[in-house]
């Protein structure tokens, strides 16, 4: 019943910053937890972060502690992923996530989906 729209992908160097937003739909988000995944080409989806259903928690993966920023504005029904300090090896699609059942960590534990949206880093 919820639809999940990605936006704010790009092209940029290593080094630069990128705000990705995922914008929900059919259903108010403040009732799931929310995240984001990543899959890079020919690699696996991985964990990128989790917030809780009002920011109380955050999760991060360990790869980018430190960088990245998970934040939620239920009363617009968004998702922000800010990245920076971007390095190549963050190039991959990202998704935005919404519902868990179990450990965020754990693509299949999640019900909601985006189509993704590119980010390509160069070095």
């Known amino acids: 019943q919820v639809q999940l729209v990605e936006s704010g992908g790009g092209s940029v160097h290593a080094g630069d910053s990128l705000r990705l937003s995922c914008v929900a739909s059919?259903?108010?988000?403040?009732?799931?937890?929310m995240g984001w995944f990543r899959q890079a080409p020919g690699k696996e989806r991985e964990f990128v972060a989790a917030?809780?259903?009002?920011?109380?928690?955050?999760f991060y993966a360990e790869f980018v502690k430190g960088r990245f920023t998970i934040s939620r504005d239920n009363t617009k029904n968004t998702v922000t992923l800010q990245m920076s300090s971007l390095k190549p090896e963050d190039t991959a699609d990202y998704y935005c996530?919404?519902?868990?059942?179990?450990?965020?960590?754990?693509?299949?534990?999640?019900?909601?989906w985006g189509q993704g949206t590119q980010v390509a880093v160069s070095s």
């Open positions: 996530v919404g519902n868990a059942n179990d450990y965020y960590g754990n693509a299949n534990s999640w019900n909601y």
């Open positions: 059919g259903r108010t988000i403040d009732y799931y937890v």
């Open positions: 917030i809780t259903e009002t920011a109380e928690h955050t």
